[in-house]
């Protein structure tokens, strides 16, 4: 099946700067990755998603970019502000409608 | 509109207990899930439900747990005989048709607590 390892664990960055959290796959059918973003107490909630098909997506501030020969994709935020800090999910979906997650990366926006 | 929903928000039980979690997925929505986030931990796939089709039990940690959905509408999450390494978030997701088309939308979860 799917595995999907996500770094770093733990990541802090000043208001303003930007982050990047990096996740990787294994299974070369997997053709859908969302990015879940989930704060205390709550259900994730998807903030961005790509497809096999387009290598990059911006929405906003964020922004996907997947590289299926190396099997990963990377989620970027920019101009980060303090309601960014939550904790962010990668996750691939085997090709199927099932989807394997990565371990989480706890965002920190410093003000 | 009304999004996914789930009861109880918090449940503490005894260890070897039976427990039943409710999901209450968006209307309209034919695919719905369960997933288990232990503390620290990412979600782990557990049941898929699809329209009136088989549900997909491959993430189903042992056979204390099952899952049925009534009237392709609420579904119930149940735990038998818990044991203390059960206590985790579950949270269930819907979606108007299964992955990839469609959209994930979770609920707030179920915390269990096993003593």
């Known amino acids: 099946g799917e595995n999907v390892e996500q770094h770093p664990s733990t990541l802090s960055v000043q208001e303003g700067d930007s982050a990047v959290i990096k996740c990787t796959y294994s299974d070369s059918a997997s053709n859908y990755f969302p990015w879940y973003k989930q704060e205390l107490g709550k259900g994730p909630q998807l903030i961005i998603d790509i497809r096999s098909n387009v290598g990059e997506k911006k929405d906003q501030r964020i922004a996907v970019t997947l590289n299926k020969t190396a099997k990963h994709f990377s989620l970027h935020i920019t101009e980060t502000q303090p309601e960014d800090s939550a904790v962010y999910f990668c996750?691939?979906?085997?090709?199927?409608?099932?989807?394997?997650f990565g371990t989480g990366t706890r965002l920190t926006i410093i003000p | 509109g009304a999004g996914v929903s789930q009861s109880p928000s918090n449940k503490v039980t005894e260890k070897g207990k039976d427990v039943e979690l409710r999901c209450d997925p968006i209307s309209g929505h034919t695919a719905l899930y369960w997933y288990r986030q232990s503390l620290g931990q990412g979600l782990e796939f557990l049941i898929y439900?699809?329209?009136?089709?088989?549900?997909?039990k491959s993430g189903l940690p042992s056979d204390r747990f099952s899952a049925e959905r009534t009237g392709g509408s609420v579904s119930t999450l149940t735990i038998q005989r818990t044991q203390q390494e059960d206590s985790a978030v579950y949270l269930c997701?819907?979606?108007?048709?299964?992955?990839?088309?469609?959209?994930?939308?979770f609920g707030p979860g179920t915390r269990l607590t096993v003593t």
């Open positions: 996750a691939a979906n085997g090709g199927n409608e099932k989807l394997t």
């Open positions: 439900f699809q329209g009136n089709s088989a549900p997909d």
């Open positions: 997701a819907s979606s108007l048709a299964g992955l990839p088309t469609y959209e994930q939308y």
